[in-house]
């Protein structure tokens, strides 16, 4: 007779392997991409005093900026990503990258932890700094439009 520790044993692995090949709805998406955009919400008001509207138009111009202010081999977004942002990107090593707009790639901005990730990564290459709560609201609203 199993135990309780292997019945435990079991059902941990067992909704380990459920985990790992639960692939997000569209709708299961939004949600997790509306509580990041929240996320940023929730920064960027701490720092105003009337609530940020984030602005895909905003977004757009971050995303298609020129920078002189970061590394000189990457000084925009869409040295990587590429100009359309249904469009695959790639890295200067040659790797591919998935496309940033949503309708391209659904589960974009999905996981605030690889976000968050990237987002530091990259400002940091093309601006030469961090983006702000604002900046990174307004490129995800940008790409939610895409
Ligand atoms: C040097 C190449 C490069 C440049 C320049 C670059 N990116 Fe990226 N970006 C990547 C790679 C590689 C990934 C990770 C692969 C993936 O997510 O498909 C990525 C992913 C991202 C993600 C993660 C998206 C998600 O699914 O959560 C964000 C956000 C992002 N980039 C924003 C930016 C912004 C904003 C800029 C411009 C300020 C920028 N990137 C410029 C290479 C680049």
Redesign the pocket.
């Known amino acids: 007779m199993m135990n309780m520790k292997m019945t435990l044993t079991y059902f941990v692995a067992t909704i380990a392997i459920i985990g790992a090949g639960w692939t997000a709805t569209p709708a299961q998406a939004k949600d997790a991409r509306d509580s990041v955009l929240a996320h940023y919400q929730a920064q960027a008001d701490q720092t105003g005093g009337t609530p940020t509207i984030f602005s895909a138009a905003r977004g757009k111009a971050?995303?298609q900026g020129q920078f002189t202010t970061g590394k000189p081999e990457?000084p925009?977004?869409t040295?990587?990503?590429m100009a359309t942002p249904t469009a695959r990107?790639r890295?200067?090593a040659g790797?591919e990258?998935?496309p940033?707009a949503v309708s391209a790639?659904p589960?974009?901005?999905?996981?605030l932890k690889?976000?968050e990730k990237?987002?530091l990564?990259?400002?940091t290459?093309?601006?030469g700094r961090q983006?702000t709560p604002v900046e990174?609201g307004d490129?995800?609203t940008f790409m939610k439009t895409k």
């Open positions: 971050l995303f990457t925009s977004c040295s990587c990503h990107g890295t200067r790797k990258i998935a940033l790639t589960d974009r901005f999905t996981d690889k976000t990237w987002f990564r990259n400002c290459s093309v601006l983006c990174k490129f995800i």
